[in-house]
């Protein structure tokens, strides 16, 4: 085998299924099903499908298939550990080279997750994860909590160069693949060593480019723990 393809994608699609998406979840499998169809293979697929319960499960390229039923088959109910969800996918995922790609499918409510707000900023800027909320409206949507909700989905994407989604109905999914299927293809792979060993604590990045009209995004910074 040759060296690692720093291109290459890993997938995690963490697929909120509590009870506050019971009038949305229909479309939330419909949007994660059509997501599926359309990307490229991953080299590794992970979901998390996340209630009360947390459920994990890893998929090769050979074996997605069986994912569409599981996906059509989930059904709403309970509380949403949303937080708890992204921290234990984060603790999963491997080190080898490439892209680190999570879809996340939910209306942005928490409810029970142990892990704070703090803390899941701090994983995520810890790790080398690009996120993007797919974010769904529903009662929850139009709450001050939802609100905010929906302003912390938007942090977690700008702090890892994601970029959030809200959907409203059907008609909207394939517009949204088609930007994040564009993105994904139009992504490039960049890395530097810094002259000395970072400290610990965290590092702002900037990539700026010179073409006209273009813009980047990507990962605010990095962050160096404190040594165990």
Do not use: C, W
Request: net charge negative.
């Amino acid at each position: 085998e040759g060296a690692p393809d720093p291109t290459a994608i890993d997938l995690g699609m963490l697929f909120d299924t509590s009870g506050s998406m019971v009038e949305v979840l229909r479309l939330s499998q419909n949007a994660a099903s059509q997501f599926l169809e359309s990307i490229p293979r991953a080299r590794e697929l992970t979901t998390v499908f996340f209630d009360s319960d947390i459920r994990l499960s890893r998929f090769n390229s050979e074996s997605q298939q069986g994912l569409f039923d599981r996906l059509q088959k989930a059904q709403s109910g309970g509380d949403t550990l949303l937080y708890d969800s992204i921290a234990v996918y984060l603790s999963r995922i491997s080190d080898d080279a490439g892209r680190k790609i999570v879809v996340l499918f939910t209306d942005g409510e928490d409810s029970k997750s142990l892990v704070t707000i703090s803390e899941l900023k701090n994983l995520v800027r810890s790790s080398t994860v690009t996120i993007y909320p797919i974010v769904f409206g529903g009662k929850y949507s139009s709450t001050n909590a939802g609100l905010a909700a929906r302003a912390l989905m938007r942090e977690l994407a700008e702090l890892t160069g994601g970029e959030v989604f809200s959907p409203r109905n059907f008609r909207d999914l394939s517009g949204i693949y088609d930007g994040l299927l564009d993105e994904l293809a139009a992504q490039y792979v960049i890395g530097y060593i810094p002259k000395e060993d970072p400290v610990e604590g965290e590092h702002r990045l900037r990539v700026e480019v010179d073409r006209p009209g273009a813009k980047s995004r990507h990962r605010r910074g990095y962050r160096v723990p404190a040594p165990t």
